[in-house]
């Protein structure tokens, strides 16, 4: 569940040699669902890209630290009542409110030094052996995708923050009528890739 909106916009100050106008910051697209991995609990995060940065915006706590670190090992939620955020819910928050809170993570554009995809196969323990079999059982091949993302910090310190593609379940679950589970994380994964291509340079993003 991927959404874009162009008429959703923030107004921000910038400095010409007339003096200063005010530039809408665009609100461009919103990635319902991501995992950032921690060693306490790994954290989830819906992602709003604007045209000038990246607002990683922390979502409650919708379950146990053992089930987000198992969608992180094989790639999709199993969870399925948990509706996605929209672009309309971020609507009547300001841009600078989302970037500023303690809880979210905001990445200018024009700080990132590299994005990185990467796909590999599920990395499955004794304790998912009931997915497994299951997995094995219907036949189907898939791979897990994370991210990397670069970036120089406020104080001009080199930064990053990886994070899994793992879509809701609401996503996963009606595609899984038509669609393999291969195609279905791939698509999700390339949808995040896509919408990060069209924000930044072509030189610096690889997968």
């Known amino acids: 569940m991927f959404e874009s909106e162009t008429s959703l916009n923030s107004a921000a100050l910038y400095e010409t040699g007339e003096g200063s106008y005010a530039l809408p910051e665009r609100r461009l697209a919103l ?14 995060y819906a992602v709003l890209v604007t045209d000038s940065r990246s607002i990683f915006i922390r979502q409650k706590k919708t379950r146990s630290s053992f089930v987000l670190r198992g969608e992180m090992r094989y790639g ?3 969870v399925t009542d948990v509706q996605p ?35 590999g196969e599920p990395n499955f323990r004794i ?28 104080a001009n310190r080199e930064s990053r923050v990886r994070f899994y593609a793992v879509p809701l379940g609401v996503y996963f679950k ?10 279905i994380l791939r698509d999700y994964a390339l949808d995040v890739l896509q919408t990060f291509r069209e924000v ?3 030189e610096i993003i690889s997968g």
Do not use: C
Request: charged residues 25%.
């Open 85 to 119: 955020k929209t672009l309309e819910d971020y609507a009547e928050t300001s841009l600078e409110s989302l970037a500023t809170d303690a809880s979210n993570i905001s990445i200018p554009h024009g700080s990132v030094t590299s994005l990185v995809m990467t796909e």
């Open 174 to 183: 009606p595609r899984r009528q038509t669609e393999t589970r291969k195609t």
């Open 127 to 154: 304790q998912d052996l009931w997915v497994w079999l299951t997995m094995k059982r219907q036949g189907h091949e898939f791979h897990v995708y994370d991210f990397v993302t670069s970036y120089l910090d406020s």
């Open 31 to 44: 990635i319902h669902r991501v995992i950032v991995p921690d060693k306490d609990y790994p954290k989830e």
């Open 76 to 78: 999709t939620a199993l």
């Open 200 to 202: 930044l340079p072509a």
